[in-house]
């Protein structure tokens, strides 16, 4: 009897694709399939002749495919998330902390300060915006007659006694375009933030979620009122930022001899409440928190919510101020001052410097393994590069737009001053960073060549079981692809190396920025060739970053029309968005926080409707996809559910960049909560890995590395040579099969024979009203 039950019992697996997405069909191996559950974003499919719960079947399973791509790869308008790379950049910084619960001083301060960080972001963003339409644009261009007439838009702005003519009412017209840059951030954030952070939290939570790991709180995947309060402040501080870009240059003119008392004492007030507006958005900066014990359901307060309507509506009566009637007034020189940027740069390096020291300090209590890449200042590094992106973007849109202007800018015979000095020096720095990057490139390569030449000769003996001979060439693809992927291995001391020449060239380019002229020019009377050099290595960092500009854009019109390139780029965030949007709103969104919930949803809601038993295979990305959802089951599912990953990065990824979430510990209390887990790698896998993690009294996780190619020479089942697989078709592999198979086995032993306790949650509560 007990037999019969056992064979009569539901089973499935489901399956979870990796990076780069796969049709239900693709999964499914089969052209007719039927959508279970879910929506045209995500969604659930089965075979369609194969629609009915049944028992396990060790050759051809009940299968499920959970098909996400459309979170990350969907319509048009996320091609518009390559602009937001720098804010995906500074997110990921908050979940790099190494992997210590004290000192919680360290961890305030670590937060504080990348919040702080993620805020001068925004003011870069908006600054840059306004360096181009108000300075180069409305200023230099439309106050000077000559490069006017090159630009034919801007001619009714110049006309001689026109309206538009003092320089105060083409500034307030050009507000219009930051501020709406700052509105379609605010629309983008808010429209994937009802889609995303706004999912249903788990079906049921976790009583045993405290002192488990992080994520299996029953609150990380629900953000909805954390993403809320950060939208609100940095659009905020973007359209504070565009009114102190207006009221700097009208101050010089009203505070000057032909200025107007009352206009100064306007333009004071003004000030005043500017100031006073980031004020307010810092100190939220201050007391910000996420809440991830439980879903944070609280309303956003009031005077939250109303700080960006405020913040426009001192922009528009900053408009009005700026427009008012100066009669003489002329445009002269470049509107932004280079202590600006010079200032706001300083800014950032110190709050960098103050994270890492508080990286630092974790890293000092944290256990061995959970410490984090570069000694536990990988999340310092990788903000540091966030700001350089952000300075390229801003360099390379600025660039840009001034040689459209005016091609000789900023040289003696131009027609306007061009960009401000400071962007000038980072663009002169752009080839020598360009050259580490080849560097780095090349010794990479060598690396890889020379491991190469000792692999191929080992080669053959991997496949002690085959009597062909040894093939050189056979031997060196298999080599190559074994060398090349352990390159993944290296890519701390990558950005380690590369963030170590970026300070260096930062910091050579503000110091530049102090002489008060463009490198070209400051460098003029220096010994040869130095004159000749600079002269050059500033035309090819602006050519450089114009054309990075151009490329983006580019993309995302190539994107914008075609489904296979939009496809493509959406593969570029599947890492990278990941995680919650913790640091700054504008990021591109969380698809675990819809991925998440949708698979511990639908394996909850199975298991209490057919209380069968469940394996969860996932591939890749979807294999940390998978991990996640399994931590926010409860016991009683999870006693019926299995895992089997496979191409995982678990732990060569998430583990060294993340430990304080994938760490040795996490992992291991992953383990303890499916001791059915069973985790597939491959040498010649450039992501997957093994995770390194075994219990006393199971089967290790790990199998492997397989062999790949499957066969060394022909044979009689494969006469034609082997693929090289590297990351993709683990299916294919017979390990992975043997490896289900064994996993349905131990679960059935361990769930026993006994009916599922049905605990209390949504999906137990339909059934019984159902019934």
């Not at 720098?86 to 990921?92: D, E, G, H, S, Y």
């Not at 199975?606 to 399994?630: E, K, M, P």
Request: hydrophobic letters at 45%; glycine letters at 10%.
């Amino acid at each position: 009897m007990t037999a019969d039950r056992t064979a009569a019992t539901p089973a499935m697996e489901l399956l979870v694709h990796g990076v780069g997405g796969a049709s239900p069909e693709q999964l499914l191996a089969d052209q007719r399939t039927t959508r279970i559950t879910g929506d045209g974003t995500a969604s659930i499919h089965r075979r369609t002749a194969d629609l009915d719960d049944r028992p396990w079947d060790d050759t051809d399973p009940l299968r499920e495919a959970y098909t996400w791509s459309g979170l990350t790869s969907g319509n048009a308008a996320r091609a518009l998330w390559l602009l937001l790379l720098p804010f995906m950049v500074v997110n990921l910084v908050h979940w790099m902390r190494p992997g210590s619960p004290r000192p919680r001083a360290a961890h305030y301060a670590y937060d504080v300060l990348l919040r702080l960080l993620a805020l001068t972001l925004t003011v870069l963003l908006a600054a840059g915006a306004c360096a181009v339409c108000l300075d180069l644009v409305a200023w230099q261009c439309g106050g000077a007659p000559e490069c006017a007439a090159n630009v034919s838009w801007l001619g009714p702005l110049t006309s001689e006694g026109g309206w538009w003519q003092q320089p105060g009412r083409r500034l307030a017209l050009a507000a219009a375009v930051p501020a709406a840059l700052t509105g379609l951030l605010w629309w983008l954030s808010h429209r994937t933030w009802s889609a995303y952070e706004s999912a249903s939290p788990p079906v049921r939570p976790r009583p045993d979620a405290e002192g488990s790991a992080l994520l299996s709180q029953p609150g990380f995947w629900y953000g909805r009122q954390a993403v809320s309060k950060l939208r609100a402040t940095h659009t905020a501080a973007a359209l504070l930022t565009v009114c102190a870009a207006l009221l700097a240059v009208t101050a010089r003119r009203d505070a000057g001899a032909d200025g107007s008392a009352p206009l100064a004492a306007a333009g004071w007030a003004l000030a005043a409440l500017t100031a006073a507006g980031m004020a307010a958005v810092t100190a939220l900066q201050l007391r910000h928190h996420r809440t991830e014990d439980e879903p944070d359901v609280q309303p956003v307060p009031r005077a939250v919510a109303a700080l960006p309507w405020a913040a426009l509506g001192l922009l528009l009566l900053t408009a009005v101020y700026t427009a008012w009637d100066r009669p003489g007034w002329q445009a002269s020189g470049r509107l932004t001052a280079d202590g600006v940027l010079t200032a706001l740069i300083a800014v950032q390096g110190a709050l960098v410097l103050g994270l890492a020291l508080a990286a630092a300090a974790l890293h000092r209590r944290a256990p061995r393994g959970a410490r984090g890449v570069l000694a536990g200042l990988g999340g310092a590094a990788v903000a540091l590069l966030a700001c350089a992106l952000g300075g390229a973007l801003t360099g390379g849109v600025t660039q840009y737009t001034s040689d459209l202007l005016d091609p000789a800018a900023g040289e003696p015979d131009g027609l306007i001053p061009g960009p401000p000095v400071l962007l000038s020096w980072q663009a002169a720095a752009v080839p020598a960073l360009l050259c580490g990057l080849v560097v780095a490139a090349a010794a990479a390569a060598w690396r890889a060549w020379r491991r190469r030449q000792r692999l191929r000769e080992q080669v053959r003996g991997w496949y002690p079981g085959e009597s062909c001979e040894a093939e050189p060439a056979r031997s060196r693809s298999i080599a190559t692809a074994v060398a090349l992927a352990e390159l993944t291995d290296l890519l701390p001391q990558f950005v380690g190396g590369i963030t170590v020449l970026g300070v260096a060239l930062g910091a050579a380019a503000v110091a530049g920025s102090l002489t008060g002229e463009p490198p070209v020019q400051a460098l003029r009377d220096a010994p040869d060739p130095l004159p000749a050099l600079t002269s050059a290595s500033h035309s090819l960092g602006s050519w450089l970053l114009a054309g990075a500009v151009v490329l983006l854009v580019a993309l995302g019109r190539r994107a914008y029309r075609d489904a296979g390139a939009r496809r493509t780029i959406g593969i570029l965030w599947d890492v990278g968005t990941f995680w919650p949007r913790a640091a700054h709103p504008f990021a591109p969104p969380c698809y675990a926080e819809r991925a998440v919930p949708d698979l511990s949803w639908r394996m909850g809601t199975w298991i209490d409707a057919t209380g069968g038993r469940l394996v969860i295979s996932g591939h890749s990305q979807g294999s940390v996809l998978a991990a996640a959802a399994v931590w926010q089951l409860d016991a009683a599912t999870r006693s019926r559910t299995a895992l089997l990953t496979h191409g995982s990065p678990l732990q060569r990824l998430y583990g060294r960049w993340f430990p304080a979430f994938f760490g040795p510990d996490a992992l291991r209390s992953l383990h303890g909560d499916v001791p059915c887990w069973r985790n597939l790698w491959r040498a010649t896998d450039p992501i997957g890995g093994p995770v390194g993690v075994a219990a006393a009294g199971l089967p290790p996780v790990d199998r492997g590395p397989l062999d790949d190619p499957l066969y060394y020479g022909r044979n009689l089942l494969r006469p034609l040579p082997e693929p090289v697989l590297g990351h993709g078709d683990y299916a294919e592999d017979p390990a992975f099969a043997e490896e289900r198979a064994a996993l349905h086995r131990r679960l059935s032993r361990q769930a026993g024979d006994g009916a599922l306790p049905r605990p209390a949650g949504p999906a137990a509560a339909e059934q019984e009203a159902a019934g």
